[in-house]
């Protein structure tokens, strides 16, 4: 029976006895030091690309606020806020403890926090509080019928104080002579002033 002899060619040419070097196979991937470009085309061609990573989100012009150190961080713009409706800042907490049974006292007095969807440009992005919040205080609003009646309250409270007040200057106490001398005599200066009062 021939002997079957099975013949391989091998892959690498045999010169001089010892076999040649292979030579890289066209789908290796490149050296590490060697350049890879885009198929696209040059790099040069990217680099708006990379310039506008470091551009800012917003393109706009920048403005600042002259005298901020003077201006009422409270100041409300009035003519954003609804006609029939009045707006006060009310005590949220005091050194960052909050008073809960106060906020409910305002809210038996009609008041209630204004939201932030109202106003959104009173607030700063992002912002996900229910209730407006600053430095303390929180923004509340009632009706304005129910803030004039309570105006109108404090004024009655504030010449009831006034009356008795002048009352008790003319009275004399038990053993002194009376007041009505003009030497003795109270004088009395009246100056009508804003007064506030916590409710």
């Known amino acids: 029976m021939a002997e079957n002899k099975i013949i391989t060619e091998s892959k690498r040419p045999v010169v001089g006895g010892s076999q040649a070097p292979s030579s890289p196979s066209p789908s290796s991937?490149?050296?590490?030091?060697?350049?890879?470009?885009?198929?696209?085309?040059?790099?040069?061609?990217h680099?708006?690309?990379?310039q506008a990573e470091h551009q800012p989100a917003h393109d706009r012009k920048r403005?600042?606020?002259?005298n901020a150190a003077m201006e009422n961080?409270?100041?409300?713009?009035?003519?954003?806020?609804p006609s029939h409706l009045s707006y006060e800042w009310k005590r949220w907490s005091v050194v960052g403890q909050h008073d809960p049974f106060y906020i409910s006292q305002m809210r038996k007095q009609g008041w209630e926090p204004v939201r932030?969807?109202?106003h959104p440009d009173w607030v700063p992005p992002?912002?996900?509080?229910d209730q407006i919040v600053k430095g303390g205080m929180?923004?509340?609003?009632r009706p304005k019928e129910l803030t004039q009646e309570a105006i109108e309250e404090m004024h009655v409270a504030a010449k009831r104080e006034v009356s008795m007040a002048e009352q008790r200057l003319g009275m004399t106490p038990r053993g002194e002579a009376t007041r009505d001398l003009p030497e003795v005599r109270p004088r009395?200066?009246?100056?009508?002033?804003?007064?506030?009062?916590?409710e």
């Open 47 to 50: 680099q708006p690309e990379h």
């Open 29 to 45: 991937s490149p050296p590490v030091h060697a350049p890879v470009h885009r198929a696209d085309g040059p790099s040069s061609q």
């Open 126 to 129: 992002g912002y996900s509080e």
């Open 188 to 198: 009395i200066s009246k100056e009508v002033v804003r007064m506030v009062v916590e």
């Open 116 to 118: 932030p969807s109202a």
């Open 73 to 81: 961080p409270f100041d409300l713009p009035l003519d954003q806020i």
């Open 138 to 141: 929180i923004l509340m609003e």
């Open 63 to 66: 403005t600042r606020i002259r």
